[in-house]
């Protein structure tokens, strides 16, 4: 069974600095991971895709990374603003099931 | 913009009573699911649905059922409500099996 995790569970920074969310997953044979934004009392948005054959993905101030061999996803956002504030969950997919962690809940200060 | 829209932002029912939660997205995806989300235990997925009429259970299918008559909707049934399914709902739809998932707004249900 696949088990994802995300450290730190929360995470406060000032405006204007570098975010690091990771994600880490027990079974390596997945065929992509994704990364979403979830606001309070909403549904999830999807931020990034990686397939299993890449090792990273970019949107905007958005980069993900994925190693597969040792089962770990980074999403970096680049000059955090407050309206950056959000929980990052990250999902891998075994066939069509996808597995999510609990989230990372951020706060950005203005 | 692919939309997926749910029939409720809040809802609060009975013990017993039959519920239904109703799930359209507007983009003729393939596939569509429905998940619950609890504090500390994170989204699991109850129902996928890959074609109109054809269902596969998910981790928590116990109490719940699903109908899938038309390809953009996609139904949560509650027999009998409990309270122990008192939670966030959460649809999703995407083209393909393995492609990005789309999600609703949630539908926030209260059973007392």
């Known amino acids: 069974k696949q088990e994802v995790t995300q450290i730190p569970a929360a995470l406060s920074v000032p405006e204007g600095e570098n975010l690091v969310l990771n994600c880490s997953f027990t079974d390596s044979a997945i065929y992509n991971l994704q990364w979403f934004r979830q606001d309070p009392g909403k549904g999830l948005t999807s931020l990034l895709l990686i397939q299993s054959s890449q090792r990273e993905q970019t949107s905007g101030r958005l980069n993900a990374s994925l190693d597969k061999s040792s089962g770990r996803s980074t999403l970096y956002i680049a000059a955090s603003q407050p309206g950056d504030s959000a929980t990052y969950l990250c999902a891998v997919a075994n066939d069509y099931k996808l597995s999510f962690g609990a989230g990372t809940t951020v706060t950005v200060r203005a | 913009d692919v939309k997926v829209t749910q029939s409720s932002r809040y809802l609060v029912k009975r013990t017993g009573e039959k519920v239904f939660l109703e799930c359209v997205q507007d983009m003729d995806h393939e596939n569509m699911f429905w998940y619950r989300q609890d504090p500390g235990l994170g989204l699991r997925l109850i129902y996928f649905?890959?074609?109109?009429?054809?269902?596969e259970k998910g981790d928590i299918p116990e109490g719940y059922s699903v109908s899938r008559e038309k390809k953009e909707r996609f139904s949560l049934i509650l027999e009998s409500a409990s309270t122990n399914q008192t939670s966030m709902y959460l649809c999703a739809s995407s083209s393909t099996t393995l492609a990005t998932q789309y999600f609703g707004p949630g539908t926030r249900l209260t059973v007392t």
């Open positions: 649905s890959y074609d109109v009429k054809m269902k």
